[in-house]
Nanobody, 118 residues
């Protein structure tokens, strides 16, 4: 089993930055790919970015060039640096882990709200 705890969400003005963190605990062998998804009310949850243990990444087109995903394997922690935030980035952001590919794994965090005001 893997538990995921997110932090770093909040309210920011358009053009600002936020950094999300997600710490995984439990079986290190089960963590595999870690990533961030987001969901607006009434919309499907969508991939924002994901990163494999070796460091290769998948990043959504809508955030490419603005968001950067990274991970520290020694801490089982994944980060999402979000720059040049836009109001359309407003959503609940969920940490995800456990996948062997860039498809969503079985473990989810509780979610953290990111609100970007115009």
């Amino acid at each position: 089993q893997v538990q995921l705890v997110e932090s770093g969400g909040g309210l920011v003005q358009a053009g600002g930055s936020l950094r999300l963190s997600c710490a995984a605990s439990g079986s290190s062998l089960s963590i595999n790919v870690m990533g961030w998804y987001r969901q607006d009310p009434g919309k499907q949850r969508e991939l924002v970015a994901a990163i494999a243990p070796a460091g290769n990444t998948a990043v959504a087109t809508s955030v490419k060039g603005r968001f950067t995903i990274s991970r520290d394997n020694t801490k089982n922690t994944v980060y999402l640096q979000m720059n040049s935030l836009k109001p359309e980035d407003t959503a609940v952001y969920y940490c995800n882990a456990g996948g062997r590919t860039f498809a969503a794994g079985r473990y989810w965090g509780q979610g953290t709200q990111v609100t970007v005001s115009s």
